[in-house]
């Protein structure tokens, strides 16, 4: 199975990399910034993609990602999120996939900005958990 995982991460603490990490470890690849990768290249059955919302909204290089993504490569798309308080990248990203006709689970990763360590384990076992469904 082909598992990719995918972030946009802008603070210097780096909390949605740090949650992609943990789900990475538990999937067994790596994690890549979105910043590093002009467009998914490759055939994915699984692309667990996550960001964070700055002043409500998403990074404009994660929503230009995700209208990016060809729809033909991807088959299932998992989010995960950090902020706050907001939900709103997980609404946002899902209704662009959703318009390219990419399927998103409705079950998708929250860790709030300041219980990121405590939420590393509970992160990768979500990874885990969203793969074995698949297998
Ligand atoms: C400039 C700025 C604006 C932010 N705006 C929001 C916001 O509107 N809603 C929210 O819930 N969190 C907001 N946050 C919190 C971030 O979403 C949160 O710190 C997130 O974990 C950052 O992820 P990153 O470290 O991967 O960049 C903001 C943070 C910054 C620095």
Redesign the pocket.
Known sequence: MDIKVR???????????RIAEAIANGVGCSAVSILDEDTLQEKTDVLFLG??????IMAPELREYAQNIDPTLVSKVVLFT?????R?TIYALKKILKEKGIFVCDEFFYAH?LS?EAKLEEAKAFGQKMIEKEQ
């Open positions: 972030y946009c991460s802008k603070t210097k603490a780096g909390n949605t990399k960001g964070a919302p700055y002043a409500n950090t902020s706050n308080w907001s709103r900005m990121i």
